[in-house]
């Protein structure tokens, strides 16, 4: 679409509509938050929308990986333009699923303009934002103006374990098409200012440490896995105070032992290392191998014959990428943001923007309006105070 600003006559109307809607969009948006779509069980979730988008109009897919996808072709079709060839579409993202369990209470608490669920904001307002663009795309008014297709695709497995799931299959599928999109925007949350355009990547592992186990005081020199678990936690939190700024470190569960007078057979750590910089995610990942290998030589020094093993798995990689700031798109994005009488702040997150980054195509993430907080815990609240600016911006 044309900026907000050299398109103000005609969007006008439209957005006066949207504005006077704002209830609407709401009640969408806690109907949605409702509905728990724990990453990688986002079915119920996604059969809403799929009815909703049905319901305006448009043709909706849901492809194998559970994403639910829409297609808006231009009112007439650009000259040469033949179905995937040059111009690539524009393709909007947001992801279906949550990081709270299947039983997660989803219960909904009304304070003056703000809303507490867990998932309101993350990502119900993003949902309920594309509820409204598959309205706004049905408009021929719309449809005359697009320069090119536009997409939206609703992903699975955009929270932690889901690892951009749902996001890869549908890149990767338009590399199998040869219909590499032109541009996507991830839209996530709420917000009205900020431009994600760094792509923040991560290297997420579980350590795991065995042992023989044995009594806690016939047994008590043999080497420990809950001790050699402490001592890495320990040494991996260090790790992240060195690592500062290039790369950042968490330790984020952990769980350990089987009795309360047993050496432990069994122990794991979960760790989340994250950095804009794939060489630093890359020296992280090395420095925690050392720091667990010189951990078991310690601990298992005193026994060395029933020695800890440990080992690493992988559960999750996200790649890095990202464009400028002087780069057309986050020029647009920018231009937006101040049309909506806001100013622009760059900022760096993990989104389903980064599958496109990371290939080179260029995207940014953006909220949907409104502003929240806390997200990821069952605090999780959104205000609506104003967020006709942020859906504007859209
Ligand atoms: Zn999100």
């Not at 600003?5 to 806690?30: C, V, Y």
């Not at 984020?252 to 060489?279: C, F, K, N, Y």
Request: overall charge negative.
């Amino acid at each position: 679409m044309t900026t907000a600003d050299s398109g103000k006559n005609w969007l006008t109307p439209m957005l006066e509509t949207w504005r006077n809607r704002r209830a609407w969009i709401l009640e969408q948006q806690i109907a949605i938050a409702r509905i728990a779509a724990p990453t990688g069980n986002e079915s119920d979730r996604a059969a809403l929308l799929q009815q909703d988008w049905r319901a305006c109009g448009q043709l909706v897919t849901r492809e194998r990986a559970g994403n639910v996808i829409t297609r808006v072709e231009p009112a007439v079709a650009p000259m040469g333009a033949v179905e995937c060839a040059a111009p690539g579409p524009l393709v909007c993202l947001a992801h279906l699923d949550t990081v709270f369990d299947a039983d997660q209470p989803l219960t909904v608490r009304q304070e003056g303009s703000r809303t507490f669920c867990p998932g309101i904001g993350d990502n119900g307002r993003g949902l309920a934002a594309m509820s409204v663009l598959a309205r706004v795309l049905q408009d021929p008014d719309v449809r005359t103006r697009l320069q090119r297709p536009i997409e939206l695709v609703l992903t699975v497995g955009e929270e932690g374990e889901g690892n951009l799931r749902g996001a890869s299959r549908w890149f990767d599928d338009a590399v199998g098409r040869s219909c590499l999109p032109a541009a996507a925007v991830a839209i996530d949350g709420p917000g009205d200012c900020t431009i994600v355009h760094h792509a923040v990547g991560a290297r997420r592992r579980r350590i795991t440490f065995t042992g023989v186990g044995g009594h806690s005081w016939a047994d008590a020199t043999t080497p420990n896995p809950v001790h050699a678990a402490g001592a890495c936690i320990a040494a991996i939190a260090r790790l992240a105070d060195a690592s500062r700024p290039g790369g950042v470190v968490a330790m984020t569960r952990m769980h350990g032992g089987e009795h309360l007078t047993g050496v432990p057979m069994q122990a794991w750590i979960d760790v989340d290392m994250r950095s804009l910089d794939p060489v630093r995610l890359h020296t992280m990942s090395i420095e925690l191998e050392r720091i667990v290998q010189r951990v078991i030589h310690d601990e298992s020094a005193r026994e060395p014959a029933r020695a800890v093993h440990y080992a690493i798995t992988t559960l999750g990689d996200r790649p890095t990428g990202m464009i400028d700031n002087r780069h057309p798109l986050v020029l647009a994005a920018a231009s937006a943001t101040r049309a909506v009488g806001r100013i622009p702040q760059s900022a760096s997150a993990s989104s389903d923007a980064n599958v496109p980054l990371a290939r080179g195509i260029p995207a940014i993430a953006i909220g949907a309006g409104g502003t929240g907080s806390a997200a990821h815990t069952a605090n999780e609240w959104y205000d609506d105070a104003d967020s006709e600016i942020g859906l504007e911006r859209v």
